[in-house]
């Protein structure tokens, strides 16, 4: 039974993680990309795997990322080197679900869908999915540990440069 | 009655003398698309289907498609892998809907038609009528409907699949030397890695055409030159098989180290700019040379990659005329550590719908697919390295193999 205590507890927790995935998710959609890695501890790994591969227990991921350096190196890709027809993201996030707070890192997991504008002003719904998540206190601050994006949405319109 | 309606697409006419221009009709055509379905496709062309290890134990089935139609591949009891089409024979009911699975019997949804791993009709639901009413006559005969089957060739653990007798044999079709390169790469049991999917606003041909355009690779992949991938130190070439039809691109380094890990340094000429982390740049020259990339053609969808350690085999599938999707099957070898899967996870991020030097592939023909309707009766040009279709020492700034691939559209569309 989770008394009052618990309760507080549990929900101050939420009220972090909320935020954490909230400035997260700003940080993308305004195109502020070289701070995307700072939502990541030092040996962070970020992947976007599809369902699909991860039901079967397939390890290829469409983007991995492991540890602070492959973080950067995705963005300066996408602005000095990646061609594409410019457009940007707007995320929805909910039901955020603690799976595990016991230790000092903390499983979460999420639902989310991404829409894609394009410069033309065309919007498609992009990507959805779940995100599971290992959150991770640093000086203070949550950070990922680990972000996995699982896409229901397994056909990739055209192409994904953008970080989901 | 208008013949064009019986026979769609045999009013074309190719309207130059030779491959080196190319009419944008051939991407936004209907009836040239729907002739492609049946002389090409359906035609004398094997079309990748999956892989031996996709379905290794009897029953193991994969659903996929040759063109537009549905195709199941399955091992049978006695271990044999079979292609059918995946319709049934009455009503034409897909027989398998869910992707992969396994299965003692096809059973038709709809009206419980039962075939077994071969294709054969077993059973009719009801087929002698209910209390000697209704059921099948006399003049039915099991034997005449079973699944239309597929005739395969496994390559090298690639399931290979033509509806056509007239097809040669997939060695000859492609030839000795483009053979040899298959040998090269796929030398060891593979296993899958994953799958991708990949949606391309573009008609399935320049997709193709992009696989075999070596001219683009580090024009359009700016990531090559930003990144300084792509060196002076290295050479590569073009081969084509003698019909023209598959090709093979490649480039390798001259020098390496005395180790078989080549560790590049990864740095940028002109500007500055660097990768903070050259893991997916690693090389573990695993296949005994110091080929870097490998991309081949198999006419008319297939291709197989080899970039560094990414291994894969892509299919391509056309969506109608202006869509076409890309189904990427990463691949490693059976015996790799974990320290291999990991390299090869961190090379795959050069490739596939979000790769460094691949993700442009996706929109380029779709800027094609937009342009060309602004008319459709103009053409493009194919003029590097001539009009000739001859393969390339050296060099790999050639549209050759692009003008292969138009002549094997031709000679299967006979336009």
């Known amino acids: 039974m989770t008394t009052k205590t618990d309760f507080d507890r549990d929900l101050s927790l939420r009220l972090r993680i909320d935020a954490l995935l909230a400035n997260y998710i700003h940080c993308i959609d305004e195109d502020r990309l070289e701070e995307w890695h700072n939502y990541f501890t030092d040996d962070g790994r970020y992947k976007v795997v599809t369902r699909e591969n991860y039901d079967l227990g397939l390890p290829v991921a469409l983007i991995y990322c492991d540890g602070r350096g492959m973080f950067k190196d995705r963005i300066s890709a996408l602005r000095n080197a990646n061609i594409y027809e410019p457009h940007v993201y707007c995320h929805m996030v909910s039901a955020l679900k603690i799976l595990d707070s016991s230790g000092p890192n903390i499983k979460t997991q999420s639902n989310f869908t991404v829409t894609r504008t394009m410069s033309e002003g065309n919007m498609m719904t992009f990507l959805c999915g779940k995100t599971i998540d290992t959150v991770t206190e640093i000086d203070g601050d949550l950070k990922f540990k680990e972000r996995t994006v699982i896409l229901d949405s397994r056909r990739i319109d055209t192409l994904l440069v953008i970080p989901a | ?415």
């Not at chain 2, 790469?185 to 899958?192: C, E």
């Open chain 2, 1 to 415: 009655m208008d013949t064009a309606q019986i026979d769609p697409g045999t009013n074309f006419v190719w309207p130059s003398e030779d491959v080196s221009q190319v009419p944008f009709r051939v991407y936004t055509d209907q009836d040239l698309y729907d002739r492609e379905q049946r002389v090409l496709f359906q035609g004398p062309t094997w079309n990748f289907l999956c892989l031996d290890c996709e379905i290794p134990e009897p029953g193991d089935y994969k659903m996929t498609y040759i063109g537009d139609a549905p195709i199941v591949v399955v091992r049978d009891e006695n271990g044999d892998i079979n292609a059918m089409v995946n319709r049934c024979a009455h009503k034409g009911s897909l027989v398998c809907y869910k992707p992969r699975g396994n299965i003692k019997e096809f059973a038709c949804i709809y009206h419980n038609w039962t075939y077994d791993l071969r294709g054969k009709l077993t059973g009719v639901a009801f087929g002698r009528g209910v209390r000697g009413q209704g059921g099948l006559t006399e003049e039915f005969k099991h034997e005449e409907h079973g699944l239309e089957r597929i005739r395969i060739e496994n390559v090298r653990g690639f399931i290979m699949g033509t509806f056509s007798d007239e097809t040669p044999p997939f060695a000859s079709y492609i030839g000795a030397e483009l053979m040899a390169s298959i040998d090269r790469v796929f030398i060891k049991p593979l296993k899958i890695l994953g799958y991708h999917s990949q949606i391309f606003p573009n008609n399935w041909k320049l997709y193709v055409e992009n696989n075999k355009d070596s001219y683009h690779a580090s024009l359009l992949h700016v990531f090559h030159n930003t990144f300084g991938v792509v060196r002076p130190t290295m050479t590569g070439g073009i081969k084509l098989s003698e019909s023209g039809w598959h090709h093979l691109s490649y480039t390798q380094r001259e020098e390496i180290g005395d180790d078989n890990i080549a560790k590049e340094k990864v740095r940028s000429k002109q500007n500055g700019y660097r990768l903070e982390d050259t893991r997916m740049m690693e090389h573990v020259l695993e296949l005994g040379d110091k080929v870097t990339n490998s991309i081949q053609t198999v006419f008319p969808t297939m291709v197989l990659q080899q970039i560094l350690n990414a291994l894969a085999v892509r299919q391509l599938i056309p969506k109608g005329v202006n869509e076409s999707e890309l189904i990427w099957t990463i691949l490693g070898f059976e015996e790799d550590d974990s320290d291999m899967d990991e390299l090869r996870m961190q090379v795959n991020n050069l490739v596939g719908p979000a790769g460094f030097i691949s993700m442009e592939d996706g929109c380029v023909g779709g800027f094609i697919q937009t342009a060309a309707k602004a008319n459709v009766d103009a053409q493009t040009i194919l003029p590097m390295g001539g009009r000739k279709i001859e393969p390339s020492q050296g060099s790999r700034v050639t549209e050759s193999a692009v003008r292969g691939f138009w002549k094997g559209w031709r000679e299967c569309m006979g336009v």
